[in-house]
Every structure is written in structure tokens, then in C-alpha cells.
């Protein structure tokens, strides 16, 4: 349970941290917050070369409005966001998602960005970044490009993120008036990883529900207006496009049967 | 920039309850070893070392994180306070414990006691955030911890207690007043006067 060997670099701003990435090749990794990558170094299921630790990077430390979204940089802790004042009114989706995101003391200390690079399929932010249309903005020594959320999920744990690449910031779209937002998740304990785990958008014209935790990746869909019965059986078609499986946690049948059910109640939810 | 290269011991210096400290460790060093082994503060227990049982909880700059999911290189140049200095600025009581001590003390919160220091660390951090909270935000804040002797219902009194204390409300406020020698303990009597005079108040 201790860490393999590694060379370890803090550097001061951005730009270091970005030139050291390139020169250090595709066994380097990024320490933000590590509330995922110390235990997978601990358990030694990564054992990386090089270690740049960007989580004093006063340059990456920040969390602001900016043209229409909060805008959130690399070492931002959870908490940071979690705590700030008016974030009710700014992103009311992560506000209600942020009390399931693991506990207190992890949130803490592990990033936004984090959790977004990581790109576990049960994690809240990046199924809340889908849900809501955000964006991820990557920085490498060549330059900087954003991303669509819809782009940068593309797998188990697999990203759009190129190796030279550090996820910088990530951008979730401020509130809109007429829009009503609600977030729904179930675990086996609080603070564990989500079975399933749903967002819903409503908006005068149309559904966007996301669903995290049961497809290799976050999964978002969009609806006009339906019915109630078409409703049902729209989220039960995206239910069983979601290609749930067996696993010890819970049976294919019991997942698709939870993203009917949250999916109807966060839609509800939002709704009411 | 720092750069550390693998397998060379360096030593770094950290401020442990208000007291800078050095020692010598490697880049993989976690914290955890680092203030139990090079430091000597025992306090902090390693339970899990994997992020999942919370034993290792202390006060980095204030804040509540786990110590096994950092490396004692990050520590550098920060505040860290553990158990051993709970206390230190509102030592009150017989042993010289602090409210939230005393409060664990008093609501038998605690049984073997492995898990209570991490316990501690993330009550303090949290009730000088959120003085007034509910049971249901105790209880989410708990959840990053695993007790498996006590279970959680004391400790949960216990956090409650302390918050209630605090903000000088009387004990009686919650549920630890409705088993005997529990109520008023630690508020003192004068508090509870104070409230028996303000029900007095509403009555008339």
C-alpha cells in the first residue's frame, strides 16, 4: 500500500507545469488533488515515472463567472466550489449534486478538473457537465483548445485529453432563466460510487436527461416535449440503449429499471 | 519549481500544531508515514491507505483531507494540525481535553477508539464552517469515516452537543439531555438557568 518510486516536480505556474508534461512523455501524470490517483498509486495500479503536482499553482487556482458560465481551473478544489456563496443561483445542478459527490473530506482536498480528467463513469461532475452542455478547456506547450462535454467523454476513464495535455479548466453553463435543473442518485451507502445516478433539464421546449454510472460513460439524451406515456417510454428506450451489464454491484435488469425510475423523478422533480 | 528525483531523501519542514518541525523523507512518502514515523505523532492513525476509512484525517491549512491520499512533499511549508494539538487553544476540563473531546468523552462516542482521531479533525473543520448544522449534514459529514466498533449514533451526538454548546444554546437541545447525568455537563449551570429563565418568558 505505499506508492512505486517516482521522480516528483512542483512547478510554479501553468506554463511550467504544461512544458514539464511534454518533455516527460506519456508516464507522467498530473497530481491535482490525487483523491483518485494516490490510491490507485498506493494499490500501484499506475506506477507513473514522473509526478507534477499542480495543486499550489496559484495561476490554476480559481473558480469565476465568465461569459455565461463558472469557469473553474485546475487546482479549484470540490470544496472550494461546493462552499461558495450563490452557488445555488449560479449552477443549481451541482449545488444538489455536490453532497453526493464521496464525502466531505474528499471534496476537500480532490479538483473539479480532477474528476473531469479521470472520467469515472459513475462520477457527478462530468454526468453534470454533460447534462448542462459545459466545456473542458485543454492546455499543452503547443496551445490551448476547448472541447464540448459531448466530445471529451469517450469511454471508461477514456478522454479526449491528448497525453501532452492538461485539462486547465472546466466550464459549466451559469443558470437560465426558464430552465429548471434536478439531480437524482442512487449508491449502495452514501458517498459511494452511483449505481445510477441522473440530471434533468427542463426548458420550456424540450428534456435533456443524463445518466452517469451505468454506460461506460456519462450518456445524455434529449427530448422535445412528449407526453407523459411517450415520456416513459422514451427514458425506457434510452434505458436499454445505455448497454447496462451484470456486475457485483447490481444486475443489468435492476440498473435499467433504476434510470426509468430516476430518470421519471428527476424529470418530475425538475418540473415541479 | 521543485523537483524531487525518486529515491532521494530530502528533508522538509512543516508547521505541526503550531510548532515548525522538519524530518527526512522520499517523494513517495505519504504523509501519513511521514508524521507518524519521521515526526512521531502517533495521534493519526492509518487505517485503510486507500481513502476509503478516513482514520488518517488531520487539518491541512485548516481543512479536513486524508493523509494517506498525500504525499508529506505536498505538506511542505503548511499548517498541519493532528489530534496531539486539538486542544490547544480551548483547553478546558479535568484533562485538559477540548469541548469536542470532552463531548466524545461524555456521549461515549467512541469505543476502540481507531477511527476517533480522524473523526475529530474532520468534526473541527467542518463545525468552524458550518456552526449550526443539522443531524442529517453531521451525519453526510460522517460518512466519510468508518467506525466499526461504536457505531454512529454518539457520535452524532456528540458533533450535535458541541455545535449546540457553542453557539450557547443549553445542552437540553438535544437528545444526550434525555439520559441521565448528560445535560449541562459541559454548558454549565448558568446557561441552563438562562434557558429555564426564557421559557419562564414564552410561558408568561
Known sequence: MKPQAFDYARPDNAAEAVALLADAGEDARILAGGQSLMAVLNLRLAQPSVLIDISRVPDLDYVRPDAGMLAIGAAATQGSVEWRAGLAAEVPLLAQAFPHISHFQIRNRGTVCGSIAHADPSAELPLCLLALGGQVVLRSRAGRRTVAADDFFQGMLMTARRPDELVEEVRYPLAEPGLRYAFEEFAGRHGDFALCAVAAVVRPDGIRLAVGGVSDRPRVKSWACLSRTDLDAAINDFAWELGARDDHHASAKFRRQLVRHMGRTAIDKAMS | ?204
Do not use: W
Open chain 2, 1 to 204: 519549481m521543485k523537483t524531487y528525483q525518486k529515491n532521494d531523501v530530502v528533508r522538509i519542514e512543516l508547521v505541526l500544531n503550531g510548532q515548525r518541525r522538519s524530518g527526512t523523507c522520499e517523494s513517495r512518502t505519504l504523509l501519513s508515514d511521514f508524521l507518524r514515523h519521521e515526526l512521531g505523532a502517533t495521534g493519526t492513525h492509518v487505517g485503510c491507505e486507500h481513502g476509503v476509512c478516513g482514520a488518517c484525517t488531520v487539518r491541512v491549512d485548516g481543512v479536513a483531507s486524508r493523509t494517506c491520499l498525500s504525499l508529506a512533499v505536498q505538506a511542505e511549508g503548511r499548517s498541519i494540525e493532528t489530534v496531539e494539538g486539538l486542544n490547544r487553544e480551548q483547553a478546558r476540563g479535568q484533562e485538559g481535553l477540548s469541548d469536542l473531546q470532552e463531548a466524545f468523552r461524555r456521549n461515549h462516542a467512541l469505543q476502540c477508539g481507531f477511527c476517533t482521531a480522524g473523526i475529530l479533525m474532520s468534526s473541527a473543520d467542518y463545525l468552524a464552517r458550518k456552526p449550526d448544522p443539522s443531524e442529517q449534514e453531521v451525519r453526510e459529514m460522517l460518512s466519510g469515516h468508518l467506525c466499526r466498533c461504536t457505531g454512529y449514533t454518539n457520535i452524532v451526538k456528540a458533533v450535535m452537543e458541541t455545535a449546540v454548546a457553542r453557539l450557547g444554546r443549553p445542552v437540553g437541545a438535544t437528545p444526550a439531555a434525555d439520559q441521565p447525568g448528560h445535560a449541562g455537563v459541559e454548558v454549565g449551570i448558568g446557561v441552563e438557568v438562562e434557558a429555564a429563565a426564557q421559557s419562564k418568558l414564552v410561558s408568561a
